[in-house]
């Protein structure tokens, strides 16, 4: 079975950083697109950044500039550096991937969450 830990979410001063991690464990045989996502409260999912298995990145665009995806293959680990936080950033971030458990069965996963607090 497959599964997303991440962590790294806290509480942080306007300003600061932050670095969350998302693990996979378990039977994967090959991860492509790997997501960070991010609910605010009473406002819907939202898409923050994406990275390919080849590692191109893509990010929405408030926080294009200020946020970093990257990944560790060997360790089957996405991260997201996040700098110059605003109050505004303030969410649960959820990692998202798209896990192969043989080379032909592949099953979008999803995190538990970890809550990020951006206070002013």
């Known amino acids: 079975q497959v599964q997303l830990v991440e962590s790294g979410g806290g509480l942080v001063q306007a300003g600061g950083s932050l670095r969350l991690s998302c693990a996979a464990s378990?039977?994967?045989?090959?991860?492509?697109?790997m997501r960070w996502y991010r609910q605010a409260p009473g406002k819907e999912r939202e898409l923050v950044a994406t990275?390919?298995?080849?590692?191109?990145?893509d990010y929405e665009d408030s926080v294009k500039g200020r946020f970093t995806i990257s990944r560790d293959n060997a360790k089957n680990t996405a991260y997201l550096q996040m700098n110059s936080l605003k109050p505004e950033d303030t969410a649960v971030y959820y990692c998202?991937?798209?896990?192969?458990?043989?080379?032909?069965?592949?099953?979008?996963?999803w995190g538990q969450g970890t809550q990020v607090t951006v206070s002013s």
């Open positions: 990275i390919t298995d080849g590692g191109n990145t």
């Open positions: 998202n991937a798209l896990i192969f458990i043989n080379p032909l069965m592949r099953r979008q996963h």
């Open positions: 378990g039977s994967i045989y090959k991860i492509n697109d």
